[in-house]
């Protein structure tokens, strides 16, 4: 699996795994109901969809799927954050960090923390 592509939905249900470690089709409708409130057959469709791709895996428990992550979320923000570092900015990470400092409302404690990471990592 090279890069991992999921658009909005995906991702919600992905979050709802990740913080759940396991759920069933309807506890994640459940979970989404302030998100945009898709149909349950449709959170199925993408449940199956995502599955296919290898990125979530599920167990059977009576009738019902339960559904769990196989893909960690740092892989996933990994991935697509590479994606548009490479779409955007031409693969280059200075300017990602460049446009983000200078188009963000960074408080004092965030621009702090910012110079922490960065010496660390230097």
Known sequence: MDKIRLDELQLKIMHVLWQEREASVAEIKDALTNKGNPAITTVSTVLSRLQKKGIVSYRKQG???????DVPENKVKHSMVSMLV????????????NFLVAETDLDTEEIRELRKKVDRST
């Open 63 to 69: 009738k019902q799927y339960i559904y769990k992550a």
């Open 86 to 97: 490479e779409r955007l900015f031409h693969g280059n990470t200075t300017s990602l960090m």
